[in-house]
């Protein structure tokens, strides 16, 4: 086997034929594919997916390369590999030989399925009647009722089967293939329905509306590049297709129908987003150890050796480097070691064990990711024509059973991501666990007049039910089909489709999350303003009232200063800044309490009108009534121009790539109950960036010296 085989084998799961001496059962180069971090396995997939052409030769596609095909990422064209056309041409010839020997073959001179024991020797008219009876599909009307396969979905599908075919174990010329390709070139996509197969023998239905457009069928249409409907003849005409409709030879319809590719392709999609999605999860529950001062002991490399499993390490690892020198967890370290009781001595467990939440749920992904693409390098159509051994084989590749399953289990572990997600920002938005931070994070002035994210985490709870529900498996509700003769199926397109909800789902929950951690950044920003202002305040009016005696001499209560600090410094700022002398509210109870318990410490000082410590209270909380509200309300405006003379933490964070994508690439800001504009409103500018792969890039950048390893256990 030589070098570029070897390499192919590891990557895809072996080589022409799948099997090498040194690996017979291809475990090993199953293995060999899972080397190295995931997050580098995601970075590559991202730059592959930008590539601007995608080379096809049967053994090397990627889930990248099927997404950046369906998606049309910087115009990716597609290329037929030349050293391919002999062998798909020798499996074609093979069976215009066989047909002319009088071979008998399944699909070539025989029915199909249960009908298999009938006989005609009417080859092409028989892959004709193949098509007309799979076209059952239902579209709807395309308004209210849409039964149409997104056509990304279908442009995936296209390259997949293009792939398999290129393998020359189908019997289809090579000319057919090079007219799939110049759709995908030319932007023209088949219409296929959404329903209407169980992925074993392969998808029939929905992969015989792709054959109707190449024949020419009346009731074929396509979309093309500017979403316009157009027929076949229009379909070629743009295309450039100047040898008109293909005419089936025996084989052919069967070679393009017969396989899992509509499933597998719609699967190479939701891995790529889910990958992509995992990472951000892994970030994101970093910055939420931010904002909650959370305590980084749970991401010691240590804890996670000890637990062995890699898909954890690396979470661990990567959520480590977030917030190894983070300016909040500095902040955090301090607060932890004036009031150790301030909050429990371990963070919950939505914080302290998303490591070990979020590993297991990527290593699925990447097993999944590594069975999908094997799967879309696969042979599996029914016959395969082997022309070395000069014989049709006859079984069952085109169960799509790695569809299935893998999409079953990425399902799950989507909707185990957005439990944490959810478990995460519903701590985040609740003053009871949030260390301070407002209730529903709100911003503004009044909250009685300000609700926050309130309706945020009510529509969260939303998508991680459905997300709870979506992750039920599809493929224990198996039915028998065609008369007993696919009595098992994997409903591999089915589930390929449950996850792509999922997926969207998931983007939901991901970009709300995202917005609520940014306005807890500038919160926890507004919040070190306005503690400042407060401190500065109480030590200025502590100064002015309480250091001296009327006579000029000094005063005893000038000794609390300190203490009443240290109430400013351990008090939650937004339990009392929308009104920050009221009485009811615990800033001025305690204040007052510092002077009550330092002027009950010395009684007979009490009697002296002119020590008393009590004689002064009053001075001083009408002196801090008559200054801080105008401070307050002084420094609340400078921060909202951007002027405030403390800067954001946020700038010194490893993190800050997002923060700002969200806030200045997209233009957003601290969301309050004074302005207009509407949570959903943000919401919906960061989804549709992160449908567009816009987030990507900032995502990168936060773990871009990420060395792809645990800091040293010291």
């Excluded at 002119?610 to 009534?625: V, W, Y």
Aim: with cysteine.
């Amino acid at each position: 086997m030589d070098m570029e085989i070897s390499r192919d084998a590891a990557r895809n799961g072996g080589g022409k034929l799948g099997l090498c001496a040194a690996d017979p059962l291809n475990w090993g180069a199953a293995a060999e594919s899972l080397k190295g971090s995931h997050l580098d396995e995601v970075k590559r997939m991202v730059e592959e997916s930008r590539r601007p052409v995608v080379s096809l030769g049967g053994r090397t596609l990627t889930i990248a390369q099927v997404a950046a095909i369906a998606g049309r990422h910087a115009g990716a064209a597609v290329e037929l590999s030349e050293a391919a056309r002999p062998g798909v041409k020798a499996s074609s010839d093979w069976v215009v030989e066989s047909v002319r020997n009088g071979t008998d073959s399944y699909g070539i001179t025989t029915g199909f399925g249960d009908t298999s024991h009938r006989r005609t020797k009417q080859g092409g008219a028989l892959q004709t009647e193949l098509i007309r009876f799979l076209n059952a599909g239902v579209f709807g009307n395309g308004t209210e009722s849409c039964h149409t396969l997104p056509h990304s979905a279908t442009r995936a599908a296209m390259l997949v089967r293009i792939n398999t075919l290129l393998q020359g174990y189908s019997g289809i010329r090579f000319e057919i293939l090079e007219t799939m390709a110049k759709f995908l070139n030319h932007n023209i996509t088949p219409c296929l329905p959404l329903r209407g197969t169980v992925t074993a023998s392969g998808d029939l239905v929905p992969l015989s509306y792709i054959v109707g457009l190449l024949t020419g069928r009346p009731n074929s249409k396509a979309v093309g590049p500017n979403g316009e409907s157009m027929n076949a003849i229009e379909a070629f005409r743009l295309a450039g297709i100047e040898h008109g409709f293909i005419e089936l030879q025996p084989k052919e319809g069967l070679a393009i129908v017969n396989g899992t590719a509509v499933g597998s392709g719609l699967a190479s999609i939701v891995l790529f987003e889910v990958n992509i999605l995992s990472v951000l999860s892994e970030v994101l529950s970093a910055i939420f150890a931010e904002v909650m001062q959370g305590k980084p002991e749970f991401t010691d490399h240590l804890t996670h050796k000890l637990k062995h499993h890699p898909g954890q390490i690396e979470a661990a690892a990567i959520m480590e480097h977030i917030l190894d020198g983070s300016s909040y967890v500095r902040e955090a370290q301090k607060l932890h070691e004036i009031d150790p009781l301030q909050k429990p001595k371990k963070d919950r467990y939505a914080l302290r064990t998303s490591p070990q939440w979020l590993g297991p749920q990527i290593e699925v992904i990447r097993a999944a990711t590594k069975m999908i693409e094997r799967e879309i390098n696969s042979v599996n159509d029914n016959p395969l024509i082997d022309v070395s051994r000069n014989k049709a084989l006859h079984g069952g590749n085109f169960q799509g059973t790695p569809i299935g399953v893998s999409m079953d289990n990425t399902r799950l572990a989507i909707a185990s991501i957005g439990k944490l997600m959810f478990a995460q920002f519903s701590e985040l938005v609740n003053d009871f666990y949030n260390n301070g931070l407002p209730s529903n994070l709100s911003g503004g002035r009044n909250p009685s007049l300000d609700y926050g994210f309130k309706g945020a985490e009510i529509a969260m709870a939303s998508y991680c039910s459905e997300l709870q529900f979506l992750a039920n498996p599809v493929t224990n509700h198996v039915q028998s089909a065609e008369q007993h003769n696919q009595d098992v199926n994997s409903l591999g397109l089915i589930s390929s489709r449950k996850t792509a909800e999922a997926v969207d789902v998931l983007k939901l929950m991901s970009s709300t999350f995202l917005v609520a951690l940014c306005q807890a950044i500038d919160l926890r920003h507004l919040e070190e303003i306005l503690k400042s202002v407060v401190k500065n305040t109480v030590n200025q009016v502590a100064k002015k009232v309480l250091y001296v005696r009327s006579n000029g001499e000094l005063h005893p209560s000038r000794f609390s200063e300190k203490d009443l600090l240290k109430v400013v410094d351990r008090e939650y700022v937004f339990a009392y800044i929308d009104d920050p002398c009221s009485a009811t509210y615990p800033l001025m109870q305690k204040l007052r309490q510092v002077l009550v318990d330092q002027a009950l410490d010395d009684v007979d000082r009490e009697k002296n009108p002119s020590t008393s410590i009590f004689q002064k209270i009053g001075a001083f909380e009408e002196e801090l009534k008559t200054l801080l509200p105008k401070e307050v309300e002084n420094a609340r405006a400078q921060f909202e121009s951007g002027n405030s003379a403390i800067a954001n933490k946020i700038r010194g964070c490893r993190s800050y790539p997002l923060y700002k994508f969200v806030r200045e690439e997209l233009g957003t800001g601290l969301l309050t109950g004074e302005k207009v504009a509407s949570p959903g409103e943000d919401f919906d500018l960061v989804f549709s960036a992160m449908c567009e792969g816009k987030l990507i890039d900032p995502l990168f950048e936060c773990l871009k010296d990420w060395d792809g390893a645990p800091l040293p256990i010291c």
